[in-house]
């Protein structure tokens, strides 16, 4: 939940700083695409070389492998602690981007009639 929060937080403050809708549109994409380059779907040793390299080190690996292992109560090993460092550090990242680059209030405040 903290990963997914995190990258919606990136992806709103992304898509306030894009000058056009078709400009914020575009961010989503490449996080559309990690979760297919992945092991959520087929194993990263069925994979090419550099294809592997980086499913076995993107943030979504992690998380799958350590959900699957819960599930299945495996042993979970250090995917846990690999897919929680990736959320915490995706989660401050976007606290940074938030209150660094969000327009001032007054630009996010509804517009109440008669004001």
Known sequence: MLFTMGLTWIAVVAGLAAKTAQGAAAF???LILLPFISSAFVP???MPGPVRAFAEHQPVTSMV?????LVTSQPVGTDIWIALTWCVGISRGDIRLRHG??????VLA???PGH
């Open 28 to 30: 989503a994409y490449p």
């Open 44 to 46: 990263t040793n069925t």
């Open 65 to 69: 492998e350590a959900i699957r292992d």
């Open 101 to 106: 680059r969000l327009p001032p209030q007054h």
């Open 110 to 112: 509804p517009r109440h």
